[in-house]
């Protein structure tokens, strides 16, 4: 028991070298070195990620590639899946990519319709779904009517909130015949 005691004093004696790891930590090696004399403060090597200063150029070139396509004459409408090769940027909006569409297929850029984009893992490439529609009745017929909004072609319709909503129909359950239509309005400002 006392030799064990003996130990472990001279352990806690023991004086603790002093180890210098600044030429293992050296900037060249590791972009995020942190140095020996600073503590905690990250210093950045220069050079390091300026060849990613460029990654939100929205001026950069992109690629489109179509596949899938149909003519769709019941629908009055061309679709097809497009793949979007965007290596040097982040990723395209849906308004340059219908522009690019309209070019490409020489129809007006309204009726080009994009949606259901994804960006694939990794970055640099997309792909996501398109419509041409070959007049503007066809796709005010056809389109869901969120895209309509999206596209301008149809106004967003304002309602109360889901909560709001509920709070009036259940507000209503309490009452019958003429009561229960004033319970359901919405309460008036002031009380």
Known sequence: MQHAMFVYL???????????????????RFPYAIPY????????????????????????????RTRKFITN????????????????????SRAELSEKLATLYKTDKARVVTFGLRTHFGGGR????ALIYDDEASQKKFEPRYR?????LATKVEKASRKLRKERKNRA????????????????KGK
């Open 37 to 64: 004399d600073q503590g905690n403060t990250i210093s950045k090597a220069p050079g390091i990620g300026d060849d990613l200063k460029n990654k939100a150029d929205n001026s950069a070139p992109i690629t489109l």
């Open 10 to 28: 001279t352990h806690l004696s023991t004086p603790k070298p002093e180890y210098n790891l600044s030429w293992f930590l050296r900037a060249d």
């Open 73 to 92: 004459r019941l629908l009055a409408r061309r679709q097809f899946v497009v793949d979007v090769l965007h290596p040097s940027r982040a990723n395209v």
């Open 126 to 129: 997309s792909t996501g779904f």
């Open 148 to 152: 309509l909004v999206r596209s301008g």
């Open 173 to 188: 359950k309490k009452f019958r015949g003429t009561k229960k239509v004033k319970a359901a309005e919405p309460p008036k």
